[in-house]
């Protein structure tokens, strides 16, 4: 081995200096034992120290470990100011490279204007140790990043002593944007605190304790608060009334929960001396961090609009009070009042319209006026409305309708402040009655002209077939005369007496009516209606049917006015069954027949005339004995008659009733009470 020929390398020249093999053994013996002994004192330190450096080599490929995977940037420098750490966190935030770093000062990481300040804080630390009041506690100061930028960070400086040997690790957080953050979250109060003040209402923040954070302009002079008073945080619960504290309290803590809180009213009371007053409160939580740290109201002072509302309450119930009497008013007017835009479109109309128009009154607005009055002669120019909105003036006009009826048409203009005319109100009335009237009394001056003459005609054909008749019965009294002759006379005679008895009712019905009733049998006043209508009637081949009872109590009227109903009753029996049956048939026929009834309240006649004529239509019938409503055609009939007749018949205390089925039949019965004890004396 190497060893051992060193050793026998060494003993040839030992014993050749020193004189002798032996002792050259014993040197040697007793260098080895010495080197035995050297290596046994030393190799425990030698394994000591070979531990320490292995675990000086952990310690620190652990810390190189950690501060590679640190976020952190870390930077550390020895006592000469050159930088021995940057770690990759370093080389990411200020853009240097390890190797650039290493062994340089920190004057490439910091700003112009601090690097002079830097180096003499530097120097001053490791030369006196002054300084050391800035380790543990985190600085902000800008830094310069390798591009230029110019960075806000957080710098953490620890120190690290190894002997007389020191070294500063400085840890660096980018805080840029966190700075950034607050200054625009200060901005944004800022705007927000001015903002608040410029607002009409009381904008306030409180916390979980319901202390009072921030308050407005107006919150503050609503409250009567000084900056001073604002700095006690004072509680909002206590402005609030008596009545209100536990509701508002309830109300705090739904907030705090998380609640939205909208158009609460509570009553305040600033002060004693002062009234109280009403606000309406909405409120919200403020969110830190997912956690609710107070809430945010507006509360606005509604005092003086409640009063406002109150009072317009108070107008429109008058308002609406007015206008229903107004309304009310219009309404009960009977003739039609009419709203028109300049296209002749309904704006509103009153009830008497719709009544008049058999419309509803909610279907009228909107409608033109020529769909509401079908047929109307005042058309185009004539138009007393279209006149009105050309003129500006107040017109009218008479016009009619398709249905027969008269209307007197006024038009009033409506104008604007500027003069304009924006709508025509009209006001029209039925005249139909008025004209008929007019028409019955100029008809009523012709028949009175008529029945003058008829009476005068009447004289003078009695007085000459009076003498016909005497001297017809003169000659049938000669017994020269043969049978056959006779018989001639007698006929001669008998037509003479009918003759005789129409003109006699003919004297009666134009003779003046007198007003008192007196006791008179049905009998003979249908008698005397069928004497001056039998002729007519078998003219036109009705098939008439009389069953009257000749032994009929009697009952108190007017002679004359039941005569005028019965004309009537057989006028309209005759026209309804020549309607139908315009020649004879066997259908044609007209029955009156009598009826007497024993009732509780008194015993009553009845007479029944019954026609097999086109009947009244189902509509029509609850109509028909209203005045001038007529089923007939234009100019056939007034619609006065059964109207005046029901009027007769109620005059005497009895009914007038009518049934009717269209195109099969019309039955219409009197019904008179009979005439008592003391009525025939």
Known sequence: MLVWTYQEDSSELL???????????????????????IILFLLPHVRWQKQAQRALRSSEERFKAAASAISDALVAINDQGLVVLFNPA?????????????????????????????????????????GSRVFGSPLELPALCADGREIIVELSLSLLSEGDSRTVLASFRDISRRKADEEALRQSEERFRELADLLPQSVFEADQQGRVTFANRMALQFAGWSDEDLARQPSVIDLLGPEDRQRAAANFQRVLAGELLLN????????????????????????????????????????????VERIARENTEKFKRLYQEY???????????????????????????????????????????????????????????????????????????????????????????????????????????????????????????????????????????NGIINYAQILADDGQIGEDNREVLRGITEEGERIANIVYNLLSFARDRQETKTPVNLGEVLTAALNLTESQLRKDMILLDVNVD???????????????????????????????????????????????????????????????????????LPKILDPFYT???????????????HGIIEDHGGRLDIESAENRFTKVTIELPTAKGSDLL
């Open 327 to 465: 309304q009310a008013l219009l309404d009960h007017i009977p003739d039609a009042i009419t709203l028109y835009t300049p296209e002749l479109t309904v704006v509103r109309s009153n009830r008497g319209a719709a009544r008049l128009l058999e419309l509803p009154v909610t279907e009228l607005p909107g409608t033109h006026c020529s769909a509401l009055w079908a047929g109307c002669s005042a058309a185009g120019d004539h138009c007393p409305v279209e006149r009105c909105f050309r003129s500006g003036q107040v017109e009218q006009a008479f016009t009619k309708t398709d249905d027969g009826r008269s209307w007197h048409v006024r038009a009033f203009p409506v104008c604007n402040k500027e003069g304009e005319r924006i709508n025509v109100i009209s006001l029209a009335s039925d005249v139909t009655r008025q004209r008929q009237l007019e028409q019955e009394a100029s008809r009523a001056n012709h028949l009175a002209s008529l029945g003058e003459l008829a009476a005068g005609v009447a004289h003078e054909i009695n007085n000459p077939i």
């Open 550 to 620: 000749p032994g009929l109590p009697l009952v108190n009227a007017h002679f004359q006015q039941l005569q005028q109903v019965m004309l009537n009753l057989i006028s309209n029996a005759r026209y309804a069954l020549n309607q139908r049956y315009p020649e004879g048939h066997v259908g044609k026929t007209f029955a009156i027949r009598s009826e007497f009834a024993q009732e509780a309240g008194g015993d009553r006649i009845r007479l029944v005339f019954h026609d097999g004529g086109t009947g009244i239509p189902a509509h029509q």
């Open 631 to 645: 089923t007939k055609p234009s100019g056939a009939g007034t619609g006065l008659g059964l109207s005046i007749s």
């Open 15 to 37: 014993a050749a200096g020193l004189g002798g093999t032996e002792q050259i053994r014993f040197y040697v013996i007793l260098f080895l034992a010495l080197q035995s002994l």
């Open 264 to 307: 609460e009213e509570y009553s305040l009371q600033v002060s004693a001396e002062s009234s109280p007053v009403t606000v309406v409160v909405a409120a919200a939580p403020i969110v830190r961090q997912e956690q609710v740290v107070g809430l945010r109201g507006i509360a606005v002072d509604v005092t003086e609009r409640l009063a």
């Open 90 to 130: 370093a080389e990411r935030l200020f853009g240097h490279s390890r190797q650039q770093m290493l062994g340089q000062t920190l004057d490439a990481l910091l700003p112009m204007r601090y690097r002079e300040r830097h180096r003499q804080a530097l120097t001053d630390y490791f030369s006196s140790g002054s």
